[in-house]
C-alpha cells in the first residue's frame, strides 16, 4: 500500500521560505511523475506542481510559478516543495502523491501557515 509522509510544515512570516519533504514508501516511486497539492478547510485539493519521473521536467500553475521549486531524490523515494516568497493565501495542508493519486491513500499532510 502506498504511504506517504510529510514534514516541514509551519508557521512563517509573509516573504518567508519553507522547505516540505515527502517520504514516499510502497510502490516504485521512480516510476512515476509525482506531485504536491494543498488543500484548505471548505475547498476541494489544489495541485500546486508536478515533476516527471526522472525529475527534469516540472510544472507549477500561475498562483506559485517563480516561487515554489519541486524536486525528487529516486534513491531516498523522497520529494520535496521549496517555497519562497511565502503570501498568506499559501496558507493551507501540504500533500504528496503520485500524480492523480492513482492510489487513492494520502498522507496526513503538512500545515503551513504564512501571517501577514
Known amino acids: 500500500q502506498a504511504q506517504f509522509v510529510e514534514s516541514g510544515g509551519g508557521l512563517v512570516q509573509a516573504g518567508g521560505s519553507l522547505r516540505l519533504s515527502c517520504e514516499a514508501s510502497g510502490f516504485t516511486f521512480r516510476d512515476y511523475y509525482m506531485a504536491w497539492y494543498r488543500q484548505t478547510p471548505g475547498k476541494g485539493r489544489e495541485l500546486v506542481a508536478t515533476?516527471?519521473?526522472?525529475?527534469?521536467?516540472?510544472d507549477y500553475p500561475d498562483s506559485v510559478r517563480g516561487r515554489f521549486t519541486i524536486s525528487r531524490d529516486n534513491a531516498r523515494n523522497s520529494l520535496y516543495l521549496q517555497m519562497n516568497s511565502l503570501k498568506p493565501e499559501d496558507t493551507a495542508a501540504y500533500y504528496c502523491?503520485?500524480?492523480?493519486?492513482?492510489?487513492?491513500?494520502w498522507g496526513q499532510g503538512t500545515q503551513v501557515t504564512v501571517s501577514s
Open positions: 515533476i516527471a519521473t526522472v525529475g527534469g521536467t516540472t
Open positions: 502523491n503520485a500524480l492523480h493519486s492513482p492510489f487513492g491513500s
